[in-house]
């Protein structure tokens, strides 16, 4: 008798088991199901931000303004995921200007769980993505040349400020026998190493570009993005050493007609080894540019590179060496404070392009 009471006081004990075999069971199809419903819903939005962002810098590339590339942005989104919001405003650290920037949107949307209330979690649940896009010069069109304009000094057309698009501008650059920051001096030539681009001022330098990658970034352009941030700086970049006066003669007038991007160079926040200001016509003392303060790219239509007597009058500059002596004839077409974006990613509009980075 005492054994077959106690079988029937245990008769309930497998429906317990059940009952939380079945808890379990049904919170491993929550974790698994729902978890891949809000992974997949996120990469939706992942997508929808990335084509977001995209969409607001191009509209700020052409000049739509803020609320222009707003609206592009909600609308593509939208396209993307068909309830798609704002989380929070997209946000535009140097503007929505055309010359350059960039912009983080933030889109969300939600997903209703399948399991999840079984198990007492609450649905559906919200779903948050973001992204970030650049946008500037297209330095893959428009090749970069690695030689810099000192900002109102070199130039009869005073950059950036003091010119129209369309005006002749010409500039020269003279390796020749002063040895102060009132000209160029020997060791700096104009040449800016593009491989140290945005690295602290403070920072050693490392060897310089070889003569072979100096054609190749006037010719193709620079393989990387060489944004300002913010616009109109200065990013600091290593000037480049040793004479390639032939090497660029030949380079830059094989693209007559051709626009090209040069780095405009602030002398006022150029700096000598150590990071210290370096500053035209001995303002810091005697000193020797170690790195160039950039501030943003001309946009030159190369007329003709001129050497030697043609240069002195071209250029109107008596040079202590002739040979020495480079004058660049140019069309000024524009001035980009965002940089320029090379051939390391992003899609090229004429002279300006667009690129995800986050």
């Known amino acids: 008798m005492r054994v077959t009471s106690r079988l029937r006081g245990e008769s309930g004990a497998t429906a317990v088991i059940v009952a939380i075999m079945l808890l379990v069971l049904v919170g491993m199809l929550a974790l698994a199901v729902d978890g891949g419903l809000l992974w997949t819903k996120f990469r939706r939005l992942r997508s ?25 942005a909600g609308e ?83 950059i950036p400020f003091k010119v129209a698009p369309g005006d002749p501008c010409f500039f020269w650059w003279d390796n020749g026998t002063r040895n102060d920051q009132s000209e160029l001096t020997n060791a700096e030539w104009g040449l800016v190493d593009l491989n140290t681009w945005d690295t602290p001022p403070e920072d050693s330098c490392p060897g310089n570009a070889s ?100 240069a002195q009058t071209m250029c109107n500059h008596t040079a202590g060496n002739n040979g020495s002596l480079r004058c660049l004839e140019a069309v000024w077409r524009d001035f980009q404070p965002g940089g320029v974006m090379g051939l390391g990613g992003g899609q090229n509009f004429g002279l300006f392009a667009v690129a995800l980075t986050g």
């Open 211 to 310: 003569q072979g990658e100096v054609s190749d970034w006037i010719y193709d352009g620079f393989p990387g993005t060489l944004m300002i941030v913010p616009a109109g700086g200065p990013v600091y970049v290593c000037r480049g050493a040793g004479f390639q006066g032939g090497a660029l003669n030949n380079d830059i007038t094989a693209q007559r007609g051709e626009l090209l991007f040069f780095p405009v160079n602030d002398p006022y926040q150029q700096v000598q080894a150590g990071g210290s200001l370096c500053g035209p016509d001995l303002l810091n003392g005697p000193c020797t540019v170690y790195r160039y303060a950039i501030v943003g790219f001309a946009v030159l239509e190369v007329v003709n590179v001129w050497t030697g007597q043609d």
């Open 76 to 158: 593509v989104a939208l396209a993307n995921v068909t309830d798609a919001s704002p989380t929070q405003p997209s946000e535009y650290p140097m503007g929505c200007e055309v010359n350059g920037g960039e912009v983080t949107t933030h889109f969300g949307g939600e997903q209703v769980l399948l399991f999840g209330p079984a198990v007492g979690v609450s649905s559906p649940k919200p779903v948050a993505a973001a992204a970030t896009a650049i946008w500037g010069g297209a330095g893959g069109a428009s090749n970069v040349v690695p030689l810099m304009l000192a900002m109102n000094r070199l130039s009869t057309c005073g």
């Open 48 to 72: 929808a931000n990335d084509a977001a962002a995209l969409a607001a810098a191009y509209s700020c590339a052409k000049g739509e303004g803020l609320a222009g590339a707003d609206a592009k």
